[in-house]
């Protein structure tokens, strides 16, 4: 948790500093790095991987703000573009979509068990194990690098931001 709320502490200071969308990108490609590396980490390495998972959570969860940061950017896109502001609809589009990813995600997370065979109360097998592992370090992975490529057609630099901040407030 600490690691969390430290991450996201510092996402402010990074967004002042550098373009939120090339520092979302990274945070990104950061936490696909440490999730792929994680898959090689043995099960006697119990340091090493809680070590793992605490700098995944912390570069992660230092991008979640910057991309709320975004959500808010694209608010100001619209209005400068159809001169209405519609920040309650965006925002409940969003929230509505967590909530949707969070119900498939719990789905797949399921249906992932089901297809490695997982048993309840019972000693797992070694594929079932691996497929419990790839669940947890390379599927990740593959979702942060998949958002950080999404990203990269994103077009509202923070310069981009500035000047449509400024023709709304000069309106």
């Known amino acids: 948790v600490a690691a969390s709320m430290l991450g996201c502490a510092l996402a402010q200071?990074?967004?002042?500093?550098?373009?939120?969308?090339?520092?979302?990108?990274?945070?990104?490609?950061?936490?696909?790095?440490?999730?792929?590396?994680?898959?090689?980490?043995?099960?006697?390495?119990?340091?090493?991987?809680?070590?793992?998972?605490i700098l995944w959570k912390f570069f992660l969860d230092m991008a979640t703000p910057l991309l709320w940061a975004k959500m808010a950017d694209t608010i100001d896109y619209g209005h400068e573009k159809t001169g209405v502001r519609i920040t309650g609809l965006v925002y409940s589009g969003v929230i509505f979509f967590i909530?949707?990813?969070?119900?498939?995600?719990?789905?797949?997370?399921?249906?992932?068990?089901?297809?490695?065979?997982?048993?309840?109360?019972?000693?797992?097998?070694?594929d079932t194990q691996h497929g419990i592992l790839l669940s947890f370090t390379v599927l990740p992975a593959f979702g942060s690098l998949f958002v950080a490529y999404i990203m990269k057609k994103y077009t509202l630099t923070n310069q981009v931001v500035e000047n449509i901040q400024s023709k709304l407030t000069a309106s």
């Not at 520092?23 to 490609?29: K, R, T």
């Not at 995600?105 to 000693?123: E, H, K, N």
């Open 13 to 53: 200071p990074l967004a002042k500093r550098f373009c939120k969308i090339k520092a979302y990108i990274s945070l990104q490609v950061i936490a696909a790095a440490i999730c792929g590396f994680s898959y090689f980490i043995s099960k006697d390495q119990l340091v090493l991987a809680f070590t793992a998972f």
């Open 99 to 126: 909530k949707m990813g969070v119900a498939v995600g719990g789905a797949i997370a399921g249906w992932l068990l089901s297809f490695y065979s997982y048993q309840a109360d019972a000693v797992q097998t070694l």
